[in-house]
């Protein structure tokens, strides 16, 4: 963790060689690294990581390519993008299993680029925390029917400073285990 964090003249890294295959723990890895203006990590093999927390926090790119990406096993994606205010663009793998997934607070947090965002790949069945997690956001609609919500217990803050949001369905929403709804 934290391999990178804070290196804010960093403009470039060549991932080619890293071998990431044992590696469990990718939490604050490019955090705050103000200068990288691209991010390739095709060769990144995440099958092990665990804890992704704020691995792209406050990155200045405008995309990001993922779609190798299999977290299989991540329990944590809290604030993965929190703060990346100029991400327009995020390209998922369209087949990735996210069954071990507990926590995503803050994920979206403040990525007022973003025009839409896909959670629609992601299992949350097993997701305990939801806090924060589109706080400060610019997208007008959301759709979140495909959001699993029964095992949720935090969604303090959910959709915080939201203002360009015009409807919200929460029709599906399954609230029956949460405990702190405030400021959603």
Known sequence: NKMFSYCKDLAEINSNSFNTSNVINMSSMFYNCGSLSKLDLSSFDIKNVIDMKEMFKALTITSLDLSNFEPNKVIYIDNLFDSCEQLEY???????????????????????????????????????????????????????????????ENM??????????????????DISKVKNISLM
Request: hydrophobic letters at 35%.
């Open 90 to 152: 995020i390209n998922w793998n369209n087949k990735m299993k996210t069954s071990s997934l507990k926590s995503m607070s803050g994920m979206y947090k403040n990525c007022k680029a973003l025009t839409c965002f896909n959670l629609e790949l992601f299992d949350t069945s097993k997701v305990t925390n939801m806090a924060y997690l589109l706080e400060g956001c610019s997208f007008k609609n959301i759709s979140l029917d495909y959001l699993d919500t029964s095992s949720v």
């Open 156 to 173: 303090q803050g959910m959709f915080l400073r939201c203002s360009n949001l015009d409807s919200l369905n929460l029709e599906n929403f």
